[in-house]
């Protein structure tokens, strides 16, 4: 186990290496300008001598000393006599230089910002698209959404403030060298006052570590929460239990203020404790200067200037260290969901075509989510599904129906036997090819909220017109589609709302057919549908029927009863196999099976 210290330093390290390797060049730049403020912020302050000097302040003694001369062979150099206009004329453009600077840097740095934000969350989006199925759904959805969207904000909030304490940090070593030529005792007093103040607050500054790992997991329950109760909203809301699934959700938002105001606190607490101690010590030091040290005056202002600047910088470093700090765990969360996605990602490479002509068949499979009860899904199973023919698999729930149907498109690999197209084995060669050929719709649709033409689109976005409305036409969805308003254009709400479950269901199978599929799979896809849509769907399948290699998976009766050959299922193995009026004849286990439909 990694110590705090040390979990925040490897942090620290591969997020630095993250950060450079992004841009390198953008870094670069981005501190290449910052140097270049800290040297004009340097040339300005020189430029307060010949001014103190030009208003009468007697600049001559101690190091001040040195530097007015430094100053005077400058001009002398150039054969120029300094007078007030002309050094407020300089000051005024090196002032305006460094704002100029400022403006670049601020424009590089926020580029940097969003540049690496993107880069994190294209690269993460990848990776979870990327994952094998099993891991997918083994995982809460608003788990990568939560890191996808707030724990990358988080970073890009954070990356804000780390360029903020290099800039800070170049700004205050300036303050910090010019203030040491003037009176080296002093400064130096005075900084190893403020390491002091620094190392006094250390353990509160480690505590924005601690409270921004709490702050990954109690907003990951928010956004797991607030999912839950947005995809519930329907039940809730029959169920009357909207006040019941308010205080939860009231009970989650309040965890995650309590989180956000003990950083708050702990951010506010350090930022009063430095500032009130560092005004303390150097009210302490004036006094000392002018009571006991008698320090000449030109010599006081400029010190009381570059103090009363360092002192926000020192602020400022601090701060930005701690909202730094703060945020390292969101970069760890991300980081350590993108290597576990990686990790598990499904091997798809572009190879070997592969065409079904004759037949897919399933040889000697078998398969467990679950190896440790010692059962199977599906155990041993031969299974033929001839091209061009309507097949149906059925059997009750948790049969492993929709686990060969996964098997089928890949999504899971068989732990023993194996699969062929066309006595091809489905291997990760030609696995990418056969999901091409691949049209599925699910029980449960998936529609965007956009326009019927982009949602059918997805399946082929160059699909023309007429191909989509001769895939409308084939899954029977052509008359509703085109009694509507704005037809194709017409926007259908979240998930298709706006639409019927048979209308869903419709566009559903207009979307995989647009794709010219090898194989159609339905999987449970009118187990929710009225009897009505439920036969437009079957009518549909009816008129592709030989045309199209088509896997039905179901337990209607009215769904199969068409099927060239019926598989029916018990706890993953095939018990009976036939058309459907062979299985009704044989009146065995298709019997005990669908004896209320039969009835």
Request: proline content about 2%.
């Amino acid at each position: 186990m990694f110590s705090r210290t040390s979990k925040t330093e490897r942090n620290f390290m591969e997020y630095i290496n993250a950060l450079i390797h992004f841009k390198s060049k953008n870094v670069g730049f981005a501190l290449f300008l910052m140097v270049f403020v800290g040297l004009t912020e340097g040339v300005g302050l020189l430029l307060l001598v010949p001014l103190l000097q030009l208003v009468g302040l007697d600049v001559q003694q101690g190091a001040l000393g040195q530097i007015a001369e430094f100053i005077a062979s400058f001009f002398a150099y150039f054969g120029v006599t300094p007078t007030l206009a002309m050094v407020l004329v300089i000051y005024v453009l090196i002032i305006s230089l460094n704002t100029l600077l400022r403006r670049l840097q601020t424009v590089q740095v926020s580029e940097i910002e969003y540049g690496f934000a993107a880069h994190l969350r294209k690269d993460l989006f990848k990776a979870i698209t990327s994952v094998n199925w099993l891991f997918f759904t083994g995982k809460r959805s608003s788990d990568f959404a939560h890191a996808l969207t707030y724990e990358i904000e988080r970073i890009t909030t954070g990356t804000s403030f780390f360029i903020s304490l290099i800039a800070s940090s170049i700004i205050l070593v300036v303050y910090i060298i010019f203030a040491l030529n003037i009176s080296g005792i002093i400064t130096g007093l005075i900084f190893i006052v403020g390491i002091v103040l620094l190392l006094i607050l250390k353990r509160r500054t480690e505590s924005a570590g601690e409270s921004g790992e709490k702050l990954s997991e109690v907003s990951k329950d928010l956004y797991s929460s607030t999912l839950k109760q947005m995809d519930g909203m329907k039940t809730i809301k029959s169920f009357g239990m909207e006040d019941k699934n308010i205080k939860l959700f009231n009970r989650e938002a309040d965890n995650i203020s309590r989180s956000f105001m003990g950083a708050i606190n702990s951010y506010a607490d350090v930022r009063f404790l430095f500032d009130v101690g560092s005004v303390i010590i150097l009210s302490i030091i004036v006094f000392i200067l002018v009571e006991f040290i008698a320090i000449p005056i030109a010599e006081l202002l400029i010190l009381l200037f570059l103090f009363v600047r360092m002192i926000p910088n020192f602020s400022t470093v601090q701060l930005s260290y701690q909202y730094f700090i703060n945020m390292l765990p969101a970069y760890r969360t991300v980081a350590d969901l993108e290597k576990e996605c990686k990790n598990e990602a499904e091997p798809m490479l572009e190879g070997n075509k592969i065409i079904l002509n004759e037949k897919i068949e399933l040889k000697n499979v078998s398969f467990t989510y679950g190896i440790e009860n010692g059962s199977f899904n599906l155990e041993n199973l031969n299974l033929t599904i001839d091209a061009g023919k309507t097949t149906a698999i059925a059997g009750l729930s948790g049969a492993g129906k929709s686990t060969i149907a996964d098997m089928l498109m890949g999504l899971i690999i068989p732990q023993s036997g194996s699969i062929t197209v066309d006595d091809v084995d489905l291997t990760k060669e030609n696995l990418l090819s056969w999901r091409n050929q691949i049209g599925y719709v699910a029980q449960d649709t998936f529609l965007f909220n956009d326009t019927i033409r982009n949602n059918l689109l997805f399946a082929d976005p160059a699909a023309c017109d007429e191909e989509v409305l001769e895939a409308l036409k084939q899954a029977s969805a052509d008359e509703f589609v085109l009694k509507l308003p704005q037809k194709l254009d017409t926007l259908i709400g979240d998930r298709g709302v706006r639409l019927s479950g048979g209308e869903k269901q419709r566009l559903a199978l207009t979307r995989a057919l647009l794709r010219n599929p090898s194989l159609l799979i339905l999987d449970e896809a009118t187990s929710n549908l009225d009897s009505k849509n439920e036969k437009n769907i079957l009518d549909s399948l009816e008129d592709l029927h030989g045309n199209l290699t088509i896997l039905i998976i179901a337990h209607r009766l009215s769904t199969i009863k068409n099927a060239d050959i019926t598989y029916l299922l018990e706890k993953g193995s095939i018990i009976e196999s036939g058309t459907y009026k062979e299985l009704k004849e044989k009146e065995k286990y298709f019997k005990f099976l669908y004896e209320d439909q039969i009835n």
